[in-house]
């Protein structure tokens, strides 16, 4: 047997050692993750599932998905274990915002209406009519009438395009 021939054997081998010692790499930082779960840890099921850890045993993990909802689930059906930031995210929508917390809203409101909004409280006083006008004055009734009646008639229906 000469070496070309064993060459593709020997890729072979080699490719798929490199395949399972990849995927044994991945499956053992998995459990790693599932072993470091605690209560109060936020959790994807791989079914797509998001609950807050209740309590971690041996093999199972009781999961609280809401109000009076516990769900005992298998400890290798936990897809991810969230950070809380995502988790509440996710889950309540919640956007943790740095610049937000810096932006602290007065408990009252006096400091949000003081003078610069004077000139425009002064403004508003006013009563706007928004409300749509049924008659047209006398006035200019009469002056629609006119500028009707000095104006040609068309009677045969045409239009003024050229």
């Not at 807050?52 to 999961?63: Q, R």
């Not at 809401?66 to 991810?80: E, Q, R, T």
Request: cysteine-free.
């Amino acid at each position: 047997m000469s070496l070309v021939t064993l060459l593709p054997f020997i890729v072979l081998i080699g490719a798929m050692f490199l395949m399972t010692r990849s995927a044994k790499k991945k499956q053992q930082q998995a459990v790693d993750m599932r072993n470091q779960m605690q209560p109060g840890s936020g959790v994807r099921t791989i079914g797509g599932m998001y609950a807050t850890v209740k309590e971690v045993n041996e093999d199972t993990v009781l999961l609280d998905a809401g109000p009076g909802v516990d769900l005992l689930f298998a400890k290798n059906s936990i897809g991810a274990v969230l950070s809380d930031d995502e988790y509440n995210r996710i889950v309540h929508g919640i956007e943790h915002d740095l610049k937000a917390d810096a932006d602290a809203v007065p408990d009252d409101a006096s400091s949000l209406t003081e003078s610069e909004d004077a000139d425009a409280a002064s403004a508003s006083d006013e009563k706007v009519d928004l409300g749509k006008k049924d008659e047209e004055p006398a006035d200019d009734v009469a002056a629609a009438e006119a500028k009707a009646d000095s104006e040609p008639k068309k009677t045969d229906g045409g239009t003024d395009a050229k």
